[in-house]
């Protein structure tokens, strides 16, 4: 991926372990992430909040969901720093730690019944911790796969982190079906939580096994480090981390509409059960097992544009549809728009953005470049749920169904203008030549 293609003379079995590697570990954290969102929609309203109306308990907890994507920038701004400091390697440790042990104390919180306001005050800071590890996983798990690939397969290898997420909601959805088949009371809640304990440790005694990046390791050979790379890369790029916001919208604002606020929706409008969407969920992240592969390896041969333009224009036109179906009340098409959603909206999007977004920074700012772009999208997604709740109480379902597809016309715009960068489509890698220089 340098200059000097040490990234490509690496063996494919060192790519495919490392990709692995990230990829466990991002799933941890995932889970971690979405048993909260499922928690937030179908439990913490009545459980932490004092109130007698189901709405305001539910935009409550969905506020104390933002908290968590709040945090997110300044996770990633302390992992895309200490990560162009220190390695690549160092943040993944530490930031699946303090996801999982957030995760952890989370499940073991009282009531507000047990002890009134100190339980949701408590749930908000763990939510925050939880925030901050979550914004720190993500570039450096893709920039591990990224950076020990061959330019040529960058895309394929990409994806592998990228599946993470829907293998992380893929667990969370089933724990909670399993948990809600099985126990009672509060314990269908909690255990998702506390069972975290064991993934966490399974996924540190992976990555601690994997080496550091050698795009870093070369930087720290050559003295090429920076001091300040967070502030240099938002001084000379703040415009492409804006523009890698804005391409995120739809794939992270239609996820969660999807998900998370569809739980409360179909109650909300009484045309379904929670365990419908939660089964939509289920599918869709199955699928994206081997659709992000198939979309990261697309990327490689037709363009990172291309294959990312799939999913925004589905986002697009799949608004008012997606909410149609689900007005219908049955099972089976409830079912299918869920999942359809996560597979053609989100997927290709998601499977193409490790690689895209890995692309257009220099070596030694690129995880400081990546993480802000990629954590300030959270700044909008986190609240969209909320905001969708508090539309539907307004205008109806049209007004989430609108909501939906305005994320995929602003990420179309960003797409349009955000340069190729696939080394099959352009003839040659990309990759930014130069270093970013900031005073030592």
Known sequence: MSHSDSAAT??????????FASMVGSAVESYDFFIYGTAAAGWFGSVFFHTTEPIVGILAAFATMAVGFFMRPLGGYLAGHYGDRIGRKSVLLWSLLLMGGATVLIGALPTYEQAGVIAPILLILLRMIQGIGFGAEWGGAVLMACEHAPPHRRGFFGA???????????MANGAFLLSAAYLEGDWIWRAPFLASVAMVGVGLWIRMGVSESPEFEKMKAENTLIKQPALTVIRNDWRK?????????AETGGYYLATSFMLSYVLLAGVATRENVLWGTLIGSALGLGSHLYFGALSDRIGRKKVFLIGSLFT?????????????????????????????SHDPIFAVE?????EQFPPNVRSSGISLGYNGASLVAGVLPFIATGLFAMVGWIGPALL???????????ALRMPETAPAVVGQDLVQPGLATSPR
């Open 10 to 19: 690496r063996p494919h079995d060192k790519a495919s372990k490392v990709s």
């Open 160 to 170: 592998v982190p990228q599946i993470g997420i829907p293998l992380g909601l893929l």
């Open 241 to 249: 981390i804006l523009q890698i916001v804005g391409l995120r919208l």
């Open 316 to 344: 697009i036109a799949f608004g008012i549809p997606l909410f149609l179906l689900i007005n219908t009340g049955v099972v089976a098409l409830i079912v299918v728009a869920v999942a359809l959603s996560l597979l053609l």
């Open 354 to 358: 490790a690689s895209w977004f890995t």
């Open 404 to 414: 939906f597809s305005a994320l995929g016309v602003i990420s179309t715009a960003c």
